[in-house]
């Protein structure tokens, strides 16, 4: 993963496309369900760039949320 995350490093494209052909790939390797790729970028001076992209596959429905009672103290 290390590798491929790097092979990116001289590539010029916007973080975006970087960030979809990745997710792209991911989709593509393991067929899942969901998926939510995060992908931070620090470049130098300080500047710096968080991309969410997510995948659902047609007709999936996330399970309810599960809401936990307050302790009570």
Do not use: C
């Amino acid at each position: 993963m290390k590798l491929y995350i790097w092979s990116f490093r001289n590539e010029g494209a916007f973080h975006e496309a970087v960030t979809n052909r990745m997710a792209d790939d991911l989709v593509r390797l393991m067929q899942p369900r969901f998926i939510r790729l995060t992908a931070d970028f620090n470049v130098r001076g300080g500047i710096f760039t968080t991309v969410v992209a997510e995948h659902r596959r047609p007709g999936w429905t996330p399970a309810p949320a599960v809401e936990l009672a307050a302790p009570v103290g």
